[in-house]
C-alpha cells in the first residue's frame, strides 16, 4: 500500500535554527535570529524554529524574574514581531510575563504580529508551570509545542495529539550529558511512538555558565527513522522540507551529520564551553599554572585546542618544572614563579585579574578532573612549534567575533551570514543597499617581477590595511581566496605573513567557505552537460573535434592537462580528446570575479562559448539549458567573504583566479562593497605588476567602471639582488651592484604603472640582512622618477611597521586621479597584444602561430574585436623566458594559442610555455 500526497502544493518549509545564543544578550540574540529570517525569506521558508529561550539564552534563574529583563524581552519581541511583515513567521524562545506569572514561553511570530504563546508545562526554576497546552493553528495546520522537559512528559504530547496536533515541535536548551543524549532520542521515539505524530527537536548549542547545550536537533518520522540530524556543538541554520501525505506530515530525507560519542562528545563539550566562557564573558585567554600537576596539564591541551596557543598563559614553579616541556611544544607563554606568589603572578597575568584567571582556571581543571577520571579522550601529538613561523605568530591573536568586525564597517548583525565564529559572507540583499553610496579610495598593491627570495605583495596589502587604521582611518582589504594548487605545490598559503596576516589562516588556506569547489562544481556540471547532450543524439551538432570547453580541478597535476574522455564502450559516450585546467584558470572563475550582480552573472554564464558546431558555428552555453543549475551552485559562493586581520582590520576574500593564466583580480562585487563601506580600500593583483596590475587596469577596471587612486609597487632587497644576477645562497651578502643592477626591473614596473596615469610609491619590505648601502642604492634609482619609497617592517610590526607609508599613499590619494587604460576598445585584438608586449614587455616583435593568427582573424570578423586580452606569460620574466631576469628588452614573445572567454569578456592569448593546468615540484608542501 502506497501513501499517496493529500496535494503537491501541500507542503511546509521549516528552517530549523540550531543557534548559539549568550545569557542576557538580548540584543544579540535578536540581531543572530534577524539574520535567519532573512535567509529564511531568502529561501521562500514559511517558519523559522528557534531554541527554548533563544531571545534570552538560558539557564535565566534569577534573572527571570526581573521586571527590567522581561520587559526587555517583550520589547524586542514586539521589534521581531513587526519584522515578519514581510518573510517566513517565527516560533521565538524568550521569557514572559502573562497574568501575573512568569513562564518560558514559544511565541509564534507571524504577519508583524504576536499570534500566539505557548507556556513549558514542566517545572523549572524561576518560571512557573503553564497549563497544558493546545496546538497552535498554522497554515491550514496544527502544530503542538513541547517546551524542553515537556518532551520527557507523555501527557503533554498526549495532549496535543488528543487535541488536534499534526506535526510535533519540541524547542531545546538541553544541556550535554553523555547518559542524556541516549535519554532523549528515547524520549522522541516514545512520543512520536504514543502520538502517531513525527515529531522536530530544536535544541540550543554553546556554552553558559557550567553547562554545554550540544545541538543535534533531528526530524524522526512515525516509521521511527531520522529524516534530518544536526551536527552536535556546531550552528547550523538548515531548512527541511515538509510533504503532508494521506497519513500525516513527513520530512523529506536530508544528509544527516555525523555523530560523536563517549569521550569524544565530552572533549567536544569541554572544548565548546572553554570557547564560550572565554567569549561570552569578555576574556581575551586564560592562565593556568602549569606545575598543578596531569590534570592542569590535560586542561592546558585542553585549552590549546580551544582557544590557540596566543590565549592561553602558563605559570610554572622552576624553569625545570615538568609542565615546561609541554609549555614548550605547544607553544605556550609562560611566568616562572614560585607557589607563594602565585596571586601576584595570576595578578600580572595578561588576560585580566586573580579572579577571572582564577575562575576560567578552575573550570578546566574541574572538566579536566571530570575527563581523566573517566580514562584518556583525545590522543594529541605534541609537536614543537617555531614561535616565529606564521602559523605561531596567527595563532597568538584570538580573533574577535565576525559581527564585531563587521559593525568596524558599520554592516549590521543581518547584513552578514555566519560561517563559524571569525567567518562570514555579505548578504546579498545588504549589497544590494549599498549601491547609492559614494565610493572610497582604491589602491592598488602590485609587485616588481617574483622571485624564490619573496617579495611580499600579499603582506603588504594587508601590512598598509592595518597601517591606515591605525592612522585613524576606515579602511577594508580585498584579497583572493588561495587555491590548494599552490597551498599544496611549492608556494603554499596565501594569508600573508608574520604579523600582517589575515586569519583564521587555516580555514582561509583551505577549503574557507567552499567557494572553489562551487565553481568547480559548476564548471564541471556544463562538461558533464556538453557529454550528455552529444550522447543523447547531439541536437545542436556540436563538433567534438572542436570542444574548447574542458574541465577544471583546484589541484595542481600535469597528468591531466590532455585526456581522452568516453572511453569503455557505447555506454560511456563518444570517446574524444579532453583536457583539465586549473580551477583558478576557469573561465566560471573569471566570470565570477567579473560579475557585478546575480542577474549580471548568469547573463555571462549564458554567453560562454563551449565549442564549434560541424559548420563551424559557435555554441553558447545557454543553448544547454544548464545555466540556472550553475547559478544555483554558485549563489551562495558569490556572496564575498569577510574575515580579519591580525589586527582586527576587515578583509574580504572573495575569487581566485591566477594572474599569469587569468586575470588575477579578486571580485568585482567584493571590490565595490568594499569601496562602498570603507573610506580607503586596498587591494592586491597577482605576480608582478605585469601580469596582475596589468589585467586589474585592462580588464577589470574597464569592466567594471573602476578607478584607482594610487599604485603601490612593492619589492625587497633580497629579490632585487636575484634580478641583479645573485644566487639565492649568495643573498645574505652585501652586493650594492647587484642591487643596483636588479632595480632595473623595479623602475620597469613603476613606469609601467605611470602609463596608466596611476600616481606610484614603492614599499620596500625590510629583511634584517638588507645593508643602509643598499636600501640607499634603491632610493637612489628611484630619485630620477621622483617616486618615494618607505622602508616597511609590517611583517616584525603589523600595521605599525606601514604607517610612514600610509601617510604617503594616503597623500597620493589627495591627488587627482588621471587613471585611463592602456589601449581603446576599438583597437584590433592583434594590436591589443602587440600593444602590452610593446609596452609594458618592452618585446621587440610578437610572433604567432598560424592558428593563432587565424584564431585572432576569426575573432576580429566575429565581433569579438572590442574585447580586453588576456595575456598568459610566465611571471618570472618580462620577457616568455622565465630565467630572464631583470628588464630585458627587445625579445621575441610568441604567442601559440588564443582562446575566446565570451562569458568573461576577454581574449586569452597563451604565450611560450605557459600552462593552464600547473604541475608538482619535486618538493611540494604537501609532502610535509
Known amino acids: 500500500m502506497t501513501d499517496s500526497l493529500i496535494a503537491p502544493e501541500d507542503r511546509l518549509r521549516i528552517v530549523v535554527a540550531q543557534i548559539n545564543p549568550a545569557l542576557g544578550d538580548i540584543a544579540g540574540n535578536a540581531a543572530r535570529m534577524r539574520a535567519v529570517h532573512a535567509e529564511a525569506a531568502r529561501q521562500e521558508a514559511d517558519l523559522v524554529v528557534f531554541p527554548e529561550l533563544s531571545l534570552s539564552g538560558a539557564p535565566l534563574l534569577a534573572l527571570a524574574r526581573d521586571p527590567a529583563f522581561l520587559a526587555?524581552?517583550?520589547?524586542?519581541?514586539?521589534?521581531?514581531?513587526?519584522?515578519?511583515?514581510?518573510?517566513?513567521?517565527l516560533l521565538v524562545g524568550a521569557p514572559w510575563a502573562d497574568g501575573g506569572r512568569i513562564h518560558n514561553a514559544m511565541l509564534l511570530l507571524e504577519a508583524g504580529q504576536i499570534r500566539t504563546?505557548?507556556?513549558?508545562?514542566?517545572?523549572?526554576?524561576?518560571?512557573?508551570?503553564?497549563?497544558?497546552?493546545?496546538?497552535?493553528?498554522?497554515?491550514?495546520?496544527r502544530i503542538g509545542l513541547a517546551i524542553g522537559a515537556d518532551l520527557d512528559a507523555a501527557d503533554v504530547c498526549e495532549c496535543l495529539s488528543e487535541t488536534g496536533a499534526e506535526l510535533l515541535i519540541a524547542p531545546l536548551a538541553r544541556p550535554h550529558a553523555r547518559e542524556d543524549r541516549d535519554a532523549r532520542l528515547s524520549a522522541v521515539v516514545a512520543r512520536?511512538?504514543?502520538?502517531?505524530?513525527?515529531?522536530?527537536?530544536?535544541?540550543?548549542?554553546?556554552?553558559?555558565?557550567?553547562?554545554?547545550?550540544?545541538?543535534?536537533?533531528?526530524?524522526?518520522?512515525?516509521?521511527?527513522?531520522?529524516?534530518?540530524?544536526?551536527?552536535?556543538?556546531l550552528e547550523r541554520v538548515r531548512i527541511s522540507e515538509w510533504q503532508r501525505f494521506e497519513t500525516g506530515w513527513r520530512c523529506l530525507a536530508a544528509p544527516a551529520a555525523e555523530g560523536l560519542d563517549g569521550p569524544q562528545a565530552d572533549y567536544a563539550a569541554l572544548l565548546l564551553g572553554l570557547r564560550d566562557r572565554v567569549r561570552k564573558g569578555g576574556f581575551s585567554g586564560v592562565v593556568l599554572d602549569l606545575s598543578a600537576g596531569p590534570e592542569a596539564r590535560f586542561a592546558a591541551l585542553l585549552a590549546v585546542d580551544a582557544l590557540g596557543a596566543g590565549a592561553v598563559h602558563g605559570l610554572l614553579s622552576a624553569p625545570d618544572d615538568d609542565g615546561a616541556a609541554l609549555a614548550e611544544a605547544l607553544g605556550i607563554a609562560v611566568t616562572v614563579t614560585h607557589p607563594a606568589p602565585l596571586a601576584a603572578a595570576l595578578?600580572?597575568?595578561?588576560?585580566?585579574?586573580?579572579?577571572?584567571a582564577a575562575a576560567l582556571a578552575g573550570l578546566l581543571l574541574e572538566g579536566a578532573a571530570r575527563a581523566t577520571a573517566e580514562g584518556p579522550m583525545h590522543q594529541i601529538t605534541a609537536r614543537r612549534l617555531d614561535p616565529t613561523s606564521d602559523a605561531a605568530i596567527a595563532g597568538s591573536v584570538t580573533p574577535l567575533p565576525i559581527e564585531d568586525v563587521a559593525a568596524r564597517l558599520g554592516i549590521p548583525a543581518d547584513g552578514i551570514y555566519r560561517y563559524g565564529p571569525y567567518k562570514a559572507k555579505l548578504a546579498h540583499d545588504y549589497i544590494r543597499t549599498l549601491e547609492a553610496r559614494p565610493a572610497g579610495k582604491l589602491i592598488l598593491v602590485t609587485a616588481i617581477s617574483p622571485t624564490p627570495a619573496g617579495e611580499g605583495k600579499t603582506t603588504t596589502t594587508i601590512g598598509l590595511g592595518d597601517a591606515l587604521a591605525r592612522i585613524g582611518e576606515k579602511a577594508a582589504i580585498c584579497l583572493r581566496e588561495p587555491s590548494l594548487g599552490p597551498v599544496f605545490g611549492a608556494k603554499g598559503g596565501a594569508t600573508g605573513g608574520g604579523r600582517a596576516q589575515i586569519i583564521p589562516m587555516q580555514d582561509i588556506n583551505l577549503h574557507f567557505t567552499g567557494d572553489l569547489h562551487a565553481i568547480s562544481a559548476a564548471h564541471n556540471l556544463l562538461s558533464a552537460l556538453i557529454d550528455n547532450h552529444i550522447y543523447w543524439g547531439n541536437k545542436l551538432d556540436l563538433d567534438t573535434r572542436r570542444i574548447a570547453w574542458r574541465r577544471v580541478?583546484?589541484?595542481?597535476?600535469?597528468?591531466?592537462?590532455?585526456?581522452?574522455?568516453?572511453?569503455?564502450?557505447?555506454?560511456?559516450?563518444f570517446p574524444r580528446e579532453d583536457g583539465f585546467d586549473i580551477t583558478v584558470a576557469s573561465e566560471v572563475m573569471a566570470i565570477f570575479c567579473l560579475a557585478r550582480t546575480l542577474e549580471e552573472l548568469e547573463e555571462r554564464l549564458s554567453r560562454m562559448v563551449v565549442g564549434q558546431t560541424r559548420g563551424r558555428t559557435l555554441v553558447e552555453a545557454g543553448a544547454l539549458k544548464g545555466i540556472g543549475s550553475m547559478l544555483a551552485l554558485l549563489r551562495d559562493a558569490f556572496q564575498p567573504n569577510l574575515v580579519q586581520t591580525m589586527e582586527h582590520t576587515p578583509?574580504?576574500?572573495?575569487?581566485?583566479?591566477?594572474?599569469?593564466?587569468?586575470?588575477?583580480?579578486?571580485?568585482?562585487?567584493?571590490?565595490?562593497?568594499?569601496?562602498?563601506?570603507?573610506?580607503y580600500v586596498v587591494t592586491e593583483a597577482g605576480?608582478?605588476?605585469d601580469l596582475g596590475a596589468e589585467k586589474f587596469l585592462d580588464i577589470k577596471c574597464r569592466q567594471a567602471g573602476l578607478a584607482p587612486d594610487a599604485a603601490v609597487v612593492v619589492a625587497t632587497v633580497r629579490a632585487l639582488k636575484m634580478h641583479g644576477g645573485v644566487p639565492v645562497k649568495e643573498l645574505g651578502r652585501e652586493d650594492v651592484a647587484a642591487v643596483q643592477r636588479g632595480t632595473a626591473n623595479l623602475l620597469r614596473h613603476v613606469e609601467n604603472m605611470r602609463k596608466f596615469g596611476l600616481p606610484v610609491v614603492v614599499a620596500l619590505n625590510r629583511f634584517t640582512?638588507?645593508?643602509?648601502?643598499?636600501?640607499?642604492?634603491?632610493?637612489?634609482?628611484?630619485?630620477?622618477?621622483?617616486?618615494?619609497?618607505?622602508?616597511?617592517?609590517?611583517?616584525?610590526?603589523?600595521?605599525?611597521?606601514?604607517?610612514?607609508?600610509?601617510?604617503?599613499?594616503?597623500?597620493?590619494?589627495?591627488?587627482?586621479?588621471?587613471?585611463?587604460?592602456?589601449?581603446?576598445?576599438?583597437?584590433?585584438?592583434?594590436?591589443?597584444?602587440?600593444?602590452?608586449?610593446?609596452?609594458?614587455?618592452?618585446?621587440?616583435?610578437?610572433?604567432?602561430?598560424?592558428?593563432?593568427?587565424?584564431?585572432?582573424?576569426?575573432?576580429?570578423?566575429?565581433?569579438?574585436?572590442?574585447?580586453?586580452?588576456?595575456?598568459?606569460?610566465?611571471?618570472?620574466?618580462?620577457?616568455?623566458?622565465?630565467?630572464?631576469?631583470?628588464?630585458?628588452?627587445g625579445h621575441v614573445l610568441p604567442v601559440r594559442e588564443v582562446r575566446l572567454s565570451a562569458g568573461a569578456g576577454f581574449v586569452v592569448a597563451l604565450t611560450g610555455d605557459v600552462m593552464t593546468m600547473p604541475g608538482l615540484a619535486c618538493a611540494v608542501i604537501s609532502l610535509h
Open 651 to 679: 578583509a574580504f576574500v572573495h575569487g581566485g583566479p591566477f594572474a599569469n593564466i587569468a586575470h588575477g583580480c579578486n571580485s568585482v562585487i567584493a571590490t565595490r562593497a568594499a569601496l562602498r563601506l570603507a573610506d
Open 347 to 356: 595578578e600580572q597575568a595578561p588576560f585580566g585579574g586573580m579572579a577571572d
Open 117 to 141: 504563546a505557548r507556556f513549558k508545562v514542566a517545572p523549572e526554576a524561576g518560571f512557573d508551570a503553564g497549563p497544558m497546552p493546545g496546538p497552535i493553528p498554522f497554515r491550514d495546520t
Open 192 to 233: 512520536v511512538v504514543e502520538t502517531g505524530l513525527p515529531l522536530l527537536l530544536v535544541n540550543a548549542v554553546g556554552g553558559q555558565e557550567d553547562r554545554v547545550c550540544d545541538g543535534g536537533s533531528l526530524a524522526l518520522g512515525t516509521d521511527r527513522r531520522l529524516a534530518m540530524q544536526f551536527p552536535l556543538f
Open 769 to 889: 640582512s638588507d645593508t643602509p648601502a643598499e636600501i640607499a642604492a634603491v632610493m637612489d634609482a628611484l630619485a630620477p622618477l621622483g617616486v618615494e619609497a618607505h622602508v616597511c617592517a609590517h611583517w616584525a610590526d603589523g600595521g605599525a611597521g606601514a604607517q610612514a607609508l600610509a601617510h604617503a599613499v594616503k597623500a597620493l590619494c589627495a591627488q587627482p586621479s588621471h587613471f585611463h587604460t592602456l589601449y581603446p576598445d576599438a583597437m584590433p585584438l592583434k594590436e591589443k597584444i602587440e600593444t602590452v608586449a610593446r609596452e609594458i614587455y618592452r618585446a621587440g616583435e610578437v610572433t604567432f602561430t598560424a592558428a593563432a593568427a587565424a584564431r585572432l582573424e576569426d575573432l576580429q570578423a566575429g565581433g569579438f574585436g572590442h574585447l580586453p586580452v588576456c595575456m598568459a606569460k610566465t611571471q618570472y620574466s618580462f620577457s616568455a623566458d622565465p630565467t630572464l631576469r631583470g628588464a630585458p628588452e
Open 72 to 89: 526587555a524581552c517583550r520589547a524586542e519581541v514586539e521589534v521581531l514581531a513587526r519584522e515578519t511583515q514581510t518573510g517566513p513567521a
Open 687 to 689: 605576480f608582478g605588476a
Open 553 to 573: 580541478v583546484d589541484l595542481n597535476d600535469r597528468a591531466l592537462r590532455q585526456v581522452i574522455v568516453g572511453l569503455g564502450g557505447p555506454a560511456n559516450g
